[in-house]
């Protein structure tokens, strides 16, 4: 399914004291310290993700991949897109970057998914509706910049 037309989930934002490309470079190596370890890729095995392991170049770019998730498309400084699918969804978190001053750049993560079925609403409640998504991404985003600043 292509990833325009995953129904739009939600987007959470921060403003990082640091430059794109050390941005850049923090978004990819918290990616990666964040989803490869053994709990991940045991509950993208569980779930039945098409990709289960980390794989391919790194930095990260197209090809790449991630327990749950492909790299789809990666533009250095500017925007990260990964995909993925399982037995009870199938979504897609896009990065972005942009300037905001010299030295301060904004973060942006959108998520998008759709969740087909009774198993799949049943996920999305699990990880939609009981908060867990809004904290893991706001998470993920502190990890961002902490390691960028």
């Known amino acids: 399914m292509p990833i ?3 129904p739009y989930i939600d987007e959470h934002t921060t403003v ?37 392991t980390a794989s391919g170049p790194r930095p990260l770019a197209e090809g790449s ?5 492909r790299v789809v498309a ?22 972005s970057i942009e300037d905001v001053s010299p030295g301060r ?5 959108e998520s998008r998914a759709v969740f087909p079925g009774l198993a799949g609403g049943i996920y999305r409640r699990l990880v939609i509706g009981t908060g867990g998504h809004v904290v893991g991404m706001r998470r993920l985003l502190s990890a961002i910049r902490r390691r960028s600043e």
């Open 105 to 109: 750049s904004r973060l942006r993560a």
């Open 16 to 52: 990082i004291a640091a430059g794109v490309d050390d941005v850049w470079r923090s978004l990819g190596e918290t990616l990666d310290r964040s989803f490869s370890g053994p709990g991940m890729a045991g509950y993208a095995r569980l779930v039945g993700s098409a990709d289960c």
């Open 65 to 69: 991949t991630l327990p749950g998730f």
């Open 74 to 95: 990666a533009v250095p400084g500017r925007e990260l897109v990964l995909e993925g699918r399982h037995r009870f969804s199938s979504y897609a978190l896009i990065f």
């Open 4 to 6: 325009a037309s995953l």
